[in-house]
Each structure stands twice: as structure tokens, then as C-alpha cells.
Nanobody
Framework: QVQLVESGGGLVQAGGSLRLACAAS????????AAWFRQAPGKEREFVAA????????YYADSVKGRFTISRDNAKNTGYLQMSSLKPEDTAVYYC????????????????????WGQGTQVTVSS
């Protein structure tokens, strides 16, 4: 069983930056694809970013492309989401997700294709 624990959320002003971390345990992190999703009040959980096992390839939602960067350090069993130029509409609970199965096409963006989830960390961006 894989456990994921997010950290790094908080309150930040618009235009500011935050770095989220996702610490994994229970399985070798390098065997998992990893992703970040977010859920704002009253909205569906949506894809933010994903990264392949080795970190070679990354994928982003259009809404965060150019502002957010996903990365991973397999030696530390940790994934990251660097968020810059934050906007009030980025306010949400951010969830780390992971899975051991290969991804194809839309499988990267589909929350139902991820088995393991963290508890979430709140990010609030004030205007």
C-alpha cells in the first residue's frame, strides 16, 4: 500500500509562489507515475499536472501551463509542484496522486486512473 502526504499549502497573495511537496511511502517512488489534481469548493476535482516515472515527460492543464512546474526526486521519494504567478482562481485543495500502471493518452488527466491519493493541502490565493 502506498501512502502519500502533501505539504506546503497556505495563504498567498496573487502573483506569489508556493511549492507543494508529496512524500510517498510504502512503495518505491520511481515505480509510480505521479500527478497533482485540485478541487475548488463546489467544483469537480480537476487535473493540474503529471510526470512520468523518470521525470522525463510532464503534462499540464492549460490553465497552469507556464506558471506551474511538476518535478520529482525519486531518491527522496518525493514529488513537487512549484506554483508561480498564482491567481485567486488557483484557490483549491491540492491533491497528490500516484499509480503504478502505464499511462496512455487521456489516462494522464483522468482522476479515475489513479489508485493512490493524499489527503490534500489547502492553497488560498488572495486578490
Amino acid at each position: 500500500q502506498v501512502q502519500l502526504v502533501e505539504s506546503g499549502g497556505g495563504l498567498v497573495q496573487a502573483g506569489g509562489s508556493l511549492r507543494l511537496a508529496c512524500a510517498a511511502s510504502g512503495r518505491t517512488f520511481s515505480s509510480l507515475v505521479a500527478a497533482w489534481f485540485r478541487q475548488a469548493p463546489g467544483k469537480e476535482r480537476e487535473f493540474v499536472a503529471a510526470i512520468t516515472w523518470s521525470g522525463t515527460n510532464t503534462y499540464y492543464a492549460d490553465s497552469v501551463k507556464g506558471r506551474f512546474t511538476i518535478s520529482r526526486d525519486n531518491a527522496k521519494n518525493t514529488g513537487y509542484l512549484q506554483m508561480s504567478s498564482l491567481k485567486p482562481e488557483d484557490t483549491a485543495v491540492y491533491y497528490c496522486a500516484a499509480d503504478a500502471r502505464p499511462r496512455y493518452g487521456s489516462g494522464w488527466f483522468d482522476k479515475t486512473k489513479y489508485t493512490y491519493w493524499g489527503q490534500g493541502t489547502q492553497v488560498t490565493v488572495s486578490s
